[in-house]
């Protein structure tokens, strides 16, 4: 696709109920992360994927938090049991995985609300 | 922990001013990304000033570094509306490609 995808939008679940995210980069772009912003706040780092390499997981605040990477494309990040704190904007974001100077594409996150 | 820190936290300024942003940051680096986000959601890159670059010029737009303040501005000439927005600093950390970002600095843009 022109650019990095995510789904759904916006999500309101319950408290205690599980959600998948989903992300589908850029074609080509080999490096994948997740972050999570809460309103007002910074980008917090959750989990990156480069190519076939074993994921860095050390932002994940939880074990109720993973996240999985099929095909070295599309990324599904799920949350268990969701809390009205996991509440944030989630954010996807791609790039290239060529080097060390390169800039990240993101999708327009999803919204996820618990209640 | 964040890495880099921008200030201010908000920015009000006229249409047609100039908007100075600045980052500071606290390990060394390979470059400094600014990026700007709009409404809460997707964040869009600006600008990728590398370590031992001092100064970097898109448009309207103007980057700094100064590696041995462990800083960089971001300043924007002749503000239009549409410039209102959050713009964040992010650092690499040496080797890893995991970026720290900022808490940013929301600037407005008055018509």
């Known amino acids: 696709g022109a650019g990095v995808s995510q789904s759904p939008s916006n999500k309101v679940t319950e408290k205690g109920k599980d959600v998948e995210l989903r992300c589908d980069p850029i074609?080509?772009?080999?490096?994948l992360y997740w972050y999570r912003q809460s309103l007002g706040q910074g980008l917090e780092f959750l989990i990156y994927f480069q190519g076939n390499s074993a994921p860095d997981k050390s932002g994940l605040p939880s074990d109720r938090f993973s996240a999985e990477r099929t095909g070295g494309s599309v990324s599904t990040l799920t949350i268990q049991r969701t809390q009205q704190e996991d509440s944030a904007v989630y954010l996807c974001?791609?790039?290239?995985?060529?080097?060390?100077?390169?800039?990240?594409?993101f999708g327009s996150g999803t919204q996820l609300s618990v209640l | 922990s964040q890495q880099g820190e921008e200030d201010p936290q908000a920015l009000s300024i006229q249409e047609g001013e100039n908007a100075t942003m600045n980052c500071s940051y606290k390990t060394s680096i390979n470059n400094l990304q600014w990026y700007r986000q709009n409404s809460g959601r997707g964040l869009v890159h600006l600008i990728l000033?590398?370590?031992n670059e001092r100064e970097k010029h898109s448009g309207r737009l103007r980057v700094t570094l100064d590696t041995s303040k462990k800083s960089s501005s971001l300043l924007i000439t002749a503000s239009r509306a549409a410039d209102t927005a959050s713009y964040f600093c992010?650092?690499?950390?040496?080797?890893?490609?995991?970026?720290?970002w900022g808490l940013g600095t929301s600037l407005a843009v008055n018509p």
């Open positions: 074609s080509g772009h080999t490096a």
């Open positions: 974001a791609s790039s290239s995985g060529q080097g060390v100077n390169e800039k990240l594409f």
């Open positions: 992010a650092t690499d950390e040496g080797n890893n490609r995991k970026l720290i």
């Open positions: 000033i590398r370590s």
